[in-house]
Every structure is written in C-alpha cells, then in structure tokens.
Antibody
Framework: EVQVVESGGGLVEPGRSLRLSCTGS????????MSWFRQAPGKGLEWVGF??????????TYAASVNGRFAISRDDSKPIGYLQMNSLSSEDSAVYYC?????????????WGLGTLVTVSS | QSVLTQPPSVSGAPGQRVTISCTGS?????????IHWYQHLPGTAPKLLIY???NRPSGVPDRFSGSKSGTSASLAITGLRAEDEADYYC?????????FGGGTKLTVL
C-alpha cells in the first residue's frame, strides 16, 4: 500500500526553526516528486513547495510566501523527504501535509498523509 | 487570495447532481495544464478524486467526473450521498507553481 507519513510538528516560538519529515512506503520513493502543503485554521489548502525526482533534476520550487525561509530536501535511500522551516511566524501555524507528486501536465498528488500540526507561538 | 476561483459552498439533496466550478486564466487552465480535483474531510488526508483528462484513481466511484473548457473546469457529482459532504479543491499548474482553488464546501441536505 502506498503511504506517506508526516512527522516533526509541534509548538515553536516565533523566529525559530523546525524540520518536518515525510516518510514514504509501498513505492519507489525516488521515482516521484514530493510536495509539501499546509492548511491554516479555517483556511483552504495551500501549496508550500516541491522537490522533483532525481531523474527530473531533483530541483525545488517554492510558493512566494515561504521562498527564502523554507527548504525542501530528500534522502531517497531512507526514504524520507524534509521540510526545513526557518524564521517562523504565527502565519506559518497550520497542519502540514506531504504528498507524492506525479508528473504529467504539470503535477498532481495521488497520496497524502494525515498531516502534522505546527503551532508558532510564544 | 487563490489564483483559481471556486464557489465557497454548494449544496444538494441526496440523489441529486451538483457541480463545482473552478475558474482560472490563460496561463494555467487555459494554458493547457490539466485540472485535478481533491476531496478533503476534516482530520483526514486529502484524497485525489480526478486527475488529468477525467481520470479516476482506483476506488473512486464513477459518480465523480471532471470536465474542462477554456479557462474553466468543473467537478460533477451525481447520485449525491451523505458521505460526499466534504471540502473540494481544484488544482492546476503554472510556471513551476502548483495552484489551488480556495475550496468549496459541499453540504448534503
């Protein structure tokens, strides 16, 4: 069964950093892109960024709201993807999801985790 | 504000047909990129419903269908059931960015 599971969320003070993990199972992790999304309380889904698979260059792309503060990486041997979040503010408080990305006409995401909650507060 | 525009809410009675619209622009939907649809219930993982040109992942009933015309797309749900009550999101792509609609809450009356 294809599965992705997020971990690493928690309470963090404004200005601090946090790293989330996304563990894949049931598929060849390195064959797929991996993306991060978030949903703030009362809001809709927001794309955060994604990392392409190595065959597609392994490059990353980010939403404007996190560009320069967040960084996505992957270790296909583990297989785990990461979201490094720096300079966090209250606006970053949300449930964070990872999703397996399939390349086609753009990308779509066919397997998502249950999410991990990040709360930024003093 | 989302780049793709969806109605905030729609509703229908059991057995009825409802549609959810998703309006974009010439650079995303109109630019040839596919529209994909997701169903999300609170506290659960978002679920892919429709991908590409009206394709359904295994396990998604054929009551769900997608269509696209110009810079707009629609998700249709026929034979509405109580379990369909959820939030629905459209998604596309543009210049290396993944785009989401703001989401539509479907209420089954």
């Amino acid at each position: 069964e294809v599965q992705v599971v997020e971990s690493g969320g928690g309470l963090v003070e404004p200005g601090r950093s946090l790293r989330l993990s996304c563990t894949g199972s049931g598929f060849i992790f390195g064959d797929y892109a991996m993306s991060w999304f978030r949903q703030a309380p009362g809001k809709g889904l927001e794309w955060v960024g994604f990392i392409r698979s190595k065959p597609y260059g392994g490059s990353t792309t980010y939403a404007a709201s996190v560009n320069g503060r967040f960084a996505i990486s992957r270790d296909d041997s583990k297989p785990i993807g990461y979201l490094q979040m720096n300079s966090l503010s209250s606006e970053d408080s949300a449930v964070y999801y990872c999703g397996r990305g399939v390349s086609g006409s753009g990308y779509y995401f066919d397997s998502w985790g249950l999410g991990t909650l990040v709360t930024v507060s003093s | 504000q989302s780049v793709l525009t969806q109605p905030p809410s729609v509703s229908g009675a059991p057995g009825q047909r409802v549609t959810i619209s998703c309006t974009g622009s010439s650079s995303d939907i109109g630019g040839g990129y596919d529209i994909h649809w997701y169903q999300h219930l609170p506290g659960t993982a978002p679920k892919l419903l429709i991908y590409g040109k009206n394709n359904r992942p295994s396990g998604v009933p054929d009551r769900f269908s997608g269509s696209k015309s110009g810079t707009s797309a629609s998700l249709a749900i026929t034979g509405l059931r109580a379990e369909d009550e959820a939030d629905y999101y459209c998604q596309s792509y543009d210049s290396n960015s993944v785009l989401f609609g703001g989401g539509t809450k479907l209420t089954v009356l």
